[in-house]
């Protein structure tokens, strides 16, 4: 026992206690502070969503005075006629109404161009495109579909083509019918299954088939969609749009072909499958829930990487502080928690750079802009505290790897699990190996000294 003055048995075994439990002390409140970091991080993911509502407030902005997302529904024959309904004063009273009859067979063939127009800091996609119609409309058994035919209004008939936003056609619609042109008239009637587009008044003998051919010069922002009214609806596209969105409840009846030139892509829709019937008198069809169409995406949504790279953000910092403090104890080196939080800080700050160089420059360049500024500044940091050309390269190069496998990670889709797990898997195994022969309760340590 020290025989030194002053001495006492308690101020040893407070400093035993110490020695023996330093590392553990030491680790837990690197786990604080990795937590303490996740606010600011949380912090970047609200800046980012704040960035990408601006981004869509723009878009919308600019679509809405170009035109917007289209959806050409038709044409469709929309007839009147009356109905004797009982008033509750028992006086029948005859009541207009509308039946719908929709096309036999409907043939569009499109192309689809597109333009990019710029606002700020920001790129919106818009289209013009030019589509080719026709079809025909097959004779008509009213009765069976519950309506009798001395009640028709055939001199009222008229003929719709549903366009949602009419704002985006660029040239009056001239129609054939039977091979006779029909200029068609701005706005539809007051109905229920069209509201916005153009009609126009026809001559049609139900007993009789009816051909129509037209031209559409539509423009619109983002998205072409198709109502499936006839029978069967075929459509066709091409354009020279690489990154397209097959969307709505029909895909494509074939593989699309889409290659650096653009895409093609084309539906066979029966009626069958639509579930819109010849003549609808229902008013509760709808034909938007049947539609289908493309929509043209950006090839790389910065936002959306930038985002899935901050929901990295606690693997990201916890194993950064797990390498600095592997590092502290094999060295035998004190690090003080102030000098973990600046190397925190600097890892948020990593994200901060991210957001504003991909508002210019793309996602993959900002992403190696910003991760060789973080690198560069934490490694010169890690320089200066060990005083180690050797260490700081080291740190320097299992950081710099940190930042390439979390790179590969946000690129990929389908395979991120795969990928993400059996990295997580070697890195743990690495940990492992290195930690094996760590005294991490000072007892070799305190062996030597006695």
């Known amino acids: 026992m020290d025989t030194t003055p002053g001495y006492t048995p308690q101020t040893e075994e407070k400093k035993s206690f110490w020695d023996a439990n330093k590392m553990l002390i030491k680790s837990m409140l690197i786990g604080v502070l990795t937590l303490v970091m996740l606010i600011p991080a949380s912090f970047t993911r ?14 919308a902005e600019v679509s809405s005075k170009w035109a917007l997302e289209q959806t050409v529904k038709g044409p469709i024959l929309a007839v009147p006629y009356l109905v004797a309904e009982t008033q ?10 509308l039946a719908y009859i929709m096309p036999d067979q409907l043939s569009l063939n499109g192309v689809v161009d597109p333009e990019q127009r710029h606002r700020s800091i920001y790129d919106v996609t818009l289209y013009r495109s030019k589509l080719q119609a026709e079809g025909s409309f097959k004779p008509v058994d009213f009765a069976v579909a519950g309506i009798a035919p001395g009640s028709l209004l055939l001199h ?25 042109p029909v200029t068609m008239d701005a706005g539809v009637p007051a ?9 126009k008044a026809v001559s049609w003998d139900p007993t009789q088939a009816l051909s129509f051919r037209f031209n559409l010069l539509l423009k619109g922002s983002s998205a072409l969609n198709f ?17 397209p969105s097959f969307e709505g409840k029909f895909l494509p009846s074939e593989q699309a072909s889409i ?19 010849s003549v609808i008198t229902n008013q509760a069809v709808s034909l938007a829930e049947s539609s289908f169409g493309v929509k043209l995406i950006q090839p790389a949504d910065g936002y959306a990487k930038t985002q899935r790279s901050v929901k990295y953000a ?25 000098q973990y939080l600046l190397v925190g800080l600097a890892l948020c700050v990593f994200y901060t750079l991210l957001l504003s160089f991909t508002e210019y420059i793309g996602f993959n360049f900002s992403y190696g802009i910003s991760a060789t500024a973080t690198v560069s500044l934490i490694g010169l940091y890690v320089w200066g505290v060990f005083k180690s050309g050797k260490i700081a390269f080291s740190f320097t190069a299992a950081l710099s790897a940190l930042y390439a496998y979390i790179f590969v990670l946000i690129q990929l889709e389908d395979f991120a699990l795969l990928f993400g797990s059996t990295g997580l898997f070697i890195l743990l195994a690495i940990i492992m190996y290195y930690s094996r022969k760590i005294d991490w309760y000072g007892t070799l340590k305190q062996a030597g000294r006695h």
């Open 88 to 97: 509750p004063d028992k006086s029948v009273v005859n009541v207009k109404k």
């Open 227 to 243: 109502a499936p009214v006839g029978k069967t609806t075929k459509v066709n596209l091409q354009s020279s749009w690489q990154h």
């Open 314 to 338: 606690l693997l990201f910092i916890s194993l950064t502080f797990t390498i600095f403090f592997f590092i502290e104890v094999l060295q035998k080196k004190q690090i003080h928690p102030l």
């Open 259 to 277: 290659d650096q030139a653009g895409f093609r892509s084309a539906w066979n829709v029966l009626q069958i499958s639509s579930g819109i019937p």
């Open 156 to 180: 009222e008939a008229r003929l719709l083509i549903g366009i949602s936003d009419v704002r985006g056609l660029e040239q009056d619609i001239t129609l054939e019918l039977n091979d006779v």
């Open 191 to 199: 109905n229920d299954l069209l509201s916005s587009g153009l009609s």
């Open 46 to 59: 609200e800046l980012v969503y704040e960035r990408e509502d601006r981004q869509q407030q723009v878009i």
